[in-house]
């Protein structure tokens, strides 16, 4: 009796564990527990991605800076600078009397100047 009553609850229990797997499982293939898995690891593979990134930036970064100092030595070009800059230069524009729109007209009191014709129909 004993021995029926031992082998029933065995029974009994690898067949709730069983069901209990098999369901879990069922739930995981789902298509929304399957998106949030996948975007659960893309987001994961992103931030791995980023830190290495960065790592690498940074080890660029100070190997360039390093790289300059060395060619800034070997070429002389370490010697203190003058911090004050030179003053800035204005340049006149240069007129293009062979542009369509520059117009030679005869100089009055009025307008002394050579105009350009504004005729919007121009060149488009």
Known sequence: MFRRTFWFTTGVAAGVWATTKVNRKLRQLTPESLAATAATKAVEAGHRLKDRALGFALDVRDNMAQREAELGEALGLNASLDPELPPSRR??????????????????????????????????
């Open 91 to 124: 340049y006149t524009a240069i007129e293009n009397r062979n542009h369509p729109k520059y117009v030679e007209g005869p100089a009055s009191s009025e307008h002394p100047y050579t105009t350009y014709s504004y005729n919007r129909n121009e060149d488009h």
